[in-house]
Structures are given as C-alpha cells and as structure tokens.
C-alpha cells in the first residue's frame, strides 16, 4: 500500500471535503503518518474514515474529528499545549507539529511507552509525556499551566472547572462532554475576566474520561 497516496487521499475526501480549512492543520494532517500509530494488524485501514482500536480498550480518533478538533484550538505556533488522553500518540503528533510545546497525559502506561517511541521515531522532541496510572494522580498539568490551548479525547459529563483554571487568557479547550455513550464537541474560550465563552459543534463519541473530573 502506498500510505502517501492514501494520507493525501483521506485529507481531500475525509477532512477538506468537510470544512476543515486551517492550511497548517491540512499540512500537518498531510505529513503525519497516522499509520505508524495503529497496531500492525490495521495499518492498511489507518487512513479510513474511522476511529481504530489501539489496545487497552482505547481508540485512535477518526481523521476528521482529529483535524476539527485541532482547527478549533486555533494554533499559530508559538502556544504550549495540554492534551488529556495520549492514547496512540497521532493527535499529540499533530499538536507537535504545530505548537511550540505539548504537555500530554496518559493513564495506561503500555499505550504511553508506545506513543513515546512513534513520537520519538518521528524527532518530535518538543513533547512532555506524563504516566497519570495512579487513583490520585492530578487532573491536568497544574505546575506547567497555564496552557494556551487544552485538547480533551475523553468523553465527560461536564467541563472540568480544574482545566479552565489551568486555562490562559485567550486559551481555548475543546473537549467531548455528553453522557458515557455519545457526546457533543464543545470549545470554550477564556476571557480577560476569566469569564468562559462555550461554543458546541458536532455530535462525537470518545471513550470515557475516567478519574474524578469524568466517570
């Protein structure tokens, strides 16, 4: 299979094609190698239109909703970035791409130890990875905040108030919230008051948020 061909293929159809139009996410989204973050067995579908298991009951997000999600934390560059959920490591690719610093968390520590080495294999050294496996680990990165940008790829039932405390001015969380089984996508925006503007897009379905600000 040619994975260029098919990388450049699922931008056109999957992400371009449904409005995605921020140039640096399209390029980002073109350069990645999605394949690399999915399990062997599925390499040949991992520029389908759909979410993929990764192990550990956890799922790399479909291409769309990684582009739109990334589109709405408007990056530009010079912005230090928290993601909650490494997962397999692509969305933290792309935020590496286009943010000056990534901080992401995960809770399972064999789907970290795996990101790290897809991250490291692609040279995106600009990337902090934390092993959040304990009941009592912290929510969020509290002694790196604040965060320009905060990407969520967990359902949960509400906004957790401790990541809009961890959110600058100006910052922008995007984040599934909804019930365990389907979500809605939705984008705040801190104001210089500490006043939260929310937006809601598109109707989603993450795996739960797990800990004391999920399920």
């Not at 959920?85 to 795996?114: H, K, N």
């Not at 965060?147 to 957790?160: E, L």
């Amino acid at each position: 299979m040619n994975y260029e061909i098919a990388r450049k293929k699922m931008v056109q159809e999957q992400i371009v094609a449904r409005g995605v139009s921020d140039r640096r996410v399209i390029d980002a989204m073109l350069k990645i190698p999605r394949h690399i973050f999915v399990q062997e067995a599925f390499a040949l579908q991992a520029y389908n239109d759909t979410s993929l298991p990764i192990g550990e009951k956890q799922t790399i997000s479909q291409p769309y909703m990684v582009a739109l999600m990334t589109e709405q934390l408007e990056l530009r560059g010079t912005e230090k970035v928290l993601e909650i959920g490494t997962g397999s490591g692509y969305q933290t690719a792309i935020l590496a791409t286009l943010a000056d610093r990534v901080c992401t968390a995960e809770r399972i520590r064999p789907l970290a130890l795996r990101a790290r080495k897809c991250l490291d294999s692609l040279r995106l050294f600009n990337i902090m990875l934390r092993i959040n496996d304990s009941e009592d680990s912290p929510v969020g990165w509290e002694e790196e905040a604040p965060f320009d940008a905060i990407i969520v790829t967990a359902g949960a039932p509400d906004i957790p108030k401790v990541l809009t405390d961890q959110l600058a001015v100006g910052g922008r969380l995007v984040i599934p919230v909804g019930s365990e089984a389907e979500q809605v996508l939705v984008k705040i925006v801190k104001g210089a008051d500490g006043e939260l503007e929310t937006a809601s897009s598109v109707g989603c379905r993450f795996v739960p948020l797990i800990g004391r600000q999920g399920w």
